[in-house]
Nanobody
């Protein structure tokens, strides 16, 4: 699986951005997807993920720092996972990475098998 993240840019505090992560391959629906970010001088951290829960149900999970502001969802027909980011804060400034897991995914980076190249989000105050 190859992942291509896009949608980053510069936005003022309080604004919104939507990130997209397009995946190659015909087995996208079988992957659990996550978003991580790495701020300057900091470790990469979990942002959100979407996990298959049976049938056509996916459940979303969020870091406390973004809960209520960010939304993740997966469109299997488009082989794309999205991250809608609202009410952005300067502390959201980071390079955002999408990742795909053959297994359950989750918060740990080690659970993911494939990573995109990252897209930079800059939130100005």
């Amino acid at each position: 699986v190859q992942l291509q993240a896009s949608g980053g840019g510069v936005v003022q505090a309080g604004g919104s951005l939507r990130l997209s992560c397009a995946a190659s391959g015909r087995t996208f629906s079988s992957y659990n997807m996550g978003w991580f970010r790495q701020a300057p001088g900091k470790e990469r951290e979990f942002v959100a993920d979407t996990r298959w829960s049976g049938g056509n149900i996916y459940r979303a999970y969020y870091a406390d720092s973004v809960k209520g502001r960010f939304s993740i969802w997966k469109d299997d027909a488009k082989n794309t996972v999205y991250l809608q980011m609202n009410s952005l804060k300067p502390e959201d400034t980071a390079v955002y990475y999408c990742a795909a897991a053959r297994g359950p995914g989750g918060l740990a980076q080690t659970m993911y098998d494939y990573w995109g190249q990252g897209t930079l989000v800059t939130v100005s105050s």
